[in-house]
């Protein structure tokens, strides 16, 4: 169903039975007050339109019966208590966001960054937040939003193999969305989606919702490396990944939880869509980044290998673990502006050096001229 609405002067009868005075600050279809919106500044981003009440003031074309059922729409508020319709209109979908974290502040994760890029997508976000030896939970807390739910976890820290626990928490976080979730988005605690790639995100989901046979969504990655001017541009980087999946309640983190795959263990398939994650793991301090190699090791290592891990962690440097990268042109999501503010990183690189052994530099080669990345690691089925 499809209903038309023109511009619309709502006043504050809807919630406090005053007739006279404009009330400019709230949804005409959620009817909550949105301070983030209110002064027309930007657009918000409505889960459904439920039934409205009544007396709404001035100019509203009604639908036949009412505005409740799946009909779902981009909005916009201004200062004068205006409502305006932005023309997109997608079928009635809900969408939860969901991921793990632990010890975000020992390590500096940029998870509450990563949270609020996804939030304008979903209604509903899961965070499972591990036992942490900081204030983890209340930098969860601090965000400003109804949609998300906490959830308490216990890593099981003797699970020391490929990263397997990170999978496992991953896991925890899927189970608990909603079971009448149509898409899951999953985003890493050091992984940020940039707002221009919302609608793109938003329009694949919709276009694929009754297409059983699409069981996820595939996105391109840029990889920060050292400082936000730089990006891994080599080989060992993964270009693509799964974030969006289905969610049927069959699917399950793999290996280290970079992807995903079916029970039976069968790769999901997905769509390529035309957006990006930006990568944001190896973009701190140096003394941040020693103290999480030094922490996460113990996942791939066992204890007679953390020794040797342990060393190679205290003599990190930024400039010796690296075989090549470009400077960044583009621009960083707006929830990474205060990080972009505060980081003191001294780090530089001369991207005409490609530190590539015989091996890697014919293979980059071959990428180049066929634009095949051969041996490429591929954890999906493209269709």
């Known amino acids: 169903m499809k209903s038309t609405l023109t511009t619309a002067l709502i006043t504050d009868r809807l919630r406090t039975n005053s007739p006279d005075s404009v009330f400019s600050k709230m949804c005409f279809a959620c009817r909550k007050t949105c301070p983030r919106y209110g002064d027309g500044s930007a657009s918000c981003d409505i889960v459904t339109m439920w039934n409205l009440p009544l007396p709404v003031q001035l100019g509203v074309t009604m639908p036949e019966k009412n505005l409740s059922l799946k009909t779902r729409r981009r909005h916009r508020f201004s200062t004068f208590g205006k409502y305006e319709q932005v023309n997109t209109t997608y079928p009635f979908m809900r969408v939860a966001g969901f991921t793990f974290i632990r010890n975000a502040q020992k390590y500096d994760y940029p998870i509450v960054e990563a949270i609020t890029s996804v939030l304008p997508l979903c209604d509903e976000f899961v965070v499972a937040v591990g036992n942490s030896e900081d204030q983890t939970l209340s930098l969860i807390e601090s965000i400003h939003s109804d949609?998300?739910?906490?959830?308490?976890?216990?890593?099981?820290?003797?699970?020391?193999?490929?990263?397997?626990?990170?999978?496992?928490?991953?896991?925890?976080?899927?189970?608990?969305?909603?079971?009448?979730?149509?898409?899951?988005?999953?985003?890493?605690?050091?992984?940020?989606?940039?707002?221009?790639?919302?609608?793109?995100?938003?329009?694949?989901?919709?276009?694929?919702?009754?297409?059983?046979?699409?069981?996820?969504?595939?996105?391109?990655?840029?990889?920060?490396?050292?400082?936000?001017?730089?990006?891994?541009?080599?080989?060992?980087?993964?270009?693509?990944?799964?974030?969006?999946?289905?969610?049927?309640?069959?699917?399950?983190?793999?290996?280290?939880?970079?992807?995903?795959?079916?029970?039976?263990?069968?790769?999901?398939?997905?769509?390529?869509?035309?957006?990006?994650?930006?990568?944001?793991?190896?973009?701190?301090?140096?003394?941040?980044?020693?103290?999480?190699?030094?922490?996460?090791?113990?996942?791939?290592?066992?204890?007679?290998?953390?020794?040797?891990?342990?060393?190679?962690?205290?003599?990190?440097?930024?400039?010796?673990?690296?075989?090549?990268?470009?400077?960044?042109?583009?621009?960083?999501?707006?929830?990474?502006?205060?990080?972009?503010?505060?980081l003191n990183s001294t780090f530089d690189f001369d991207i005409t050096q490609k530190r590539y052994t015989p091996r890697v530099r014919f293979l980059t080669f071959m990428e180049k001229i066929t634009g095949w990345r051969i041996g490429e690691y591929k954890n999906y089925r493209l269709l």
Do not use: C
Request: aromatic content about 14%.
């Open 147 to 342: 949609k998300i739910r906490v959830i308490h976890t216990i890593w099981n820290d003797d699970l020391r193999e490929g990263g397997r626990v990170l999978a496992e928490e991953t896991d925890k976080a899927l189970a608990a969305v909603s079971s009448d979730v149509d898409w899951a988005f999953y985003i890493q605690g050091d992984e940020v989606l940039h707002e221009k790639y919302i609608p793109v995100v938003k329009e694949a989901m919709s276009k694929h919702l009754k297409n059983n046979t699409v069981e996820g969504l595939l996105f391109k990655y840029l990889h920060f490396y050292g400082s936000y001017e730089f990006v891994g541009d080599s080989r060992r980087w993964y270009r693509r990944e799964i974030r969006v999946i289905r969610n049927t309640k069959d699917v399950f983190a793999y290996r280290d939880a970079q992807g995903f795959r079916k029970i039976g263990n069968r790769k999901l398939r997905v769509k390529l869509i035309d957006a990006y994650i930006h990568h944001y793991g190896w973009v701190k301090s140096l003394d941040k980044q020693r103290a999480k190699f030094g922490y996460f090791y113990k996942f791939w290592h066992t204890d007679e290998q953390m020794s040797a891990a342990k060393d190679y962690a205290d003599n990190f440097q930024f400039e010796n673990h690296i075989d090549s990268l470009i400077r960044f042109s583009g621009t960083h999501p707006a929830v990474m502006n205060g990080r972009l503010q505060s």
